[in-house]
Structures are given as C-alpha cells and as structure tokens.
C-alpha cells in the first residue's frame, strides 16, 4: 500500500497492493493497522455501497454536524472522485482536488472531516464502495453546486445526470458559514 498526500491538507491517494493472476485479482480492501500506521486515525462506523451509470455525478455532499470522514473505492468501473475543503477558516477553504478511482487501477482516496465529497461516473456503470466515521444523519445533510463558479471544478463530463437535490444545491457562498466545520478540535465523543 502507498500513500500520496494530495493538494489538501489530510486527503489522500492510496495505491492498493492488487495481486491479478489468469483468475482475476485479489487486494486488500482495508486492514486498519495499516491505515493506523499511515496516519489515517478514522474510526469507521457505517459503509456504503452507490451503483450508478454513465455520466451520473453525486454530489458535492457533507454533513454539519456529524462531519464524517469517507474512505472511498470503486469495486466495479471508474469514477473521477473529487472533495472540496469546506473548513471555516482553512487556508484552503474552497478548493478541490480530484482522482481517477476504479476497479482496475486499485486507488482509494481518504478524505478527512470537513470536506465535501462527490463522484462523476465515467465508465457505463460504477459501484463505489465508501467507509464513513459517522452515522448518516439526514437533518445535518448540505449540498454544494457542482458547478460552483468559485470552485471551478474541472469534471470531465459536461453534462452530468443529478439528483433534484444536486441540481438545486446552492454555491459554497451560499451557504451561512456557521454551520460549516470550523478548524477548531473536535470534542471527544462519550
């Protein structure tokens, strides 16, 4: 397993060791340990499981309260994974970076608490496998715009297939900043 530190602070590019032989492939999903061992201290407490098709684009999603961290992989086609740093305060508050995930390139990305998370689909079908650190609190879900013009994300699909939710979120300005992840340290949990 490699770790590549990407263009934000705390997220991650993480090259899996994926074994292939005249059978087909086997890799190491997650082993704690290790992502320990690399820094990665995310206790994970809910996975999910999205299956979409081509040119569908999800996002950009965070909850406020109950920030989750996301460990993100693709099991079956190939996405173009992207977070958006949303921490009030941050020197990098609004910007992104992006990867290509897919089956056959064995990459995960780990994006911290504090950013906004979304995938395009660029394969005929992609299911995208993620580990959460919080429950799924629908009262504390916020979307951002896709096309934010402040964000300027460079997606590689012009016209995308959203949800009514994606399609009305709002821009990052938008959105009042107090209930935005702030950079102060968490509470420990009881």
Known sequence: MKITPLS????FLIQLDVHRDSRGFLFEAYQNERYLAAGITAQFVQDNVSHSTRG???GLHFQEPFAQAKL?????????DVAVDVRVGSSTFGRWTGEVLARDNGRQMFI???????FAVLSEAATVVYKLSDFL?????RSIAWNDPAIRIAWPIAEPILSRQDAAAPCLSAIPRVTLPSL????ARE
């Open 184 to 187: 102060e340290p968490k509470q």
């Open 8 to 11: 934000l602070p705390d997220v």
């Open 56 to 58: 569908v684009l999800r």
């Open 112 to 118: 911290p608490e504090g950013f906004a998370h979304g």
């Open 137 to 141: 609190h629908p009262e504390a879900g």
């Open 72 to 80: 993100v992989s693709v099991v079956e086609g190939e996405i173009f």
